[in-house]
């Protein structure tokens, strides 16, 4: 049997939306979609793609590039950090006012290990 690695953006995308509309567990069932584009390209800075909320209050955003997706957290940055670093998903700071952390997912399987970073910032913040 042949496993195809999924790394196209726009499904890498879908993939976690499908978990964060899907799960309710861990927190995950705090979260919800807002400003969903189904339309969206990929570009290579990234378009957005959706906005993950928190009781209507703004929590990450998703944005598609042709190869992954970066979210963007904007609550709880240092818990989004850490959280990816353990589940071995690369992230890095946004030096923005107010601060953000950016988690980069490169593939489909990946997916699972950013929910679990939007659990752990979801139950931090």
């Known amino acids: ?42 570009t290579a ?12 209050e703004p929590f ?6 042709p190869d992954r997706i970066r979210i963007e957290c904007r609550a709880a940055p240092d818990r989004a950090a850490s959280a990816a ?5 690369r992230v890095r700071p946004k030096a923005v006012e107010p601060p953000r952390t950016l988690v980069f997912v490169e593939s489909g399987a990946a997916v699972k290990r950013a929910t679990d970073v939007l659990s752990a910032v979801a139950r931090a913040s």
């Open 85 to 89: 670093r353990e589940v071995g998903i």
């Open 60 to 65: 990450a955003e998703v944005f598609v590039q």
């Open 1 to 42: 049997m042949v496993e195809r690695r999924i790394t196209d953006g726009k499904r890498i995308a879908q993939l976690l939306a499908s978990e964060i509309d899907g799960r309710e567990d861990s927190g995950l069932d705090l979260l919800a979609l807002a400003d969903a584009d189904p339309d969206v390209e990929p």
């Open 45 to 56: 800075d990234g378009a957005l793609a959706y906005r993950i909320v928190r009781e209507g």
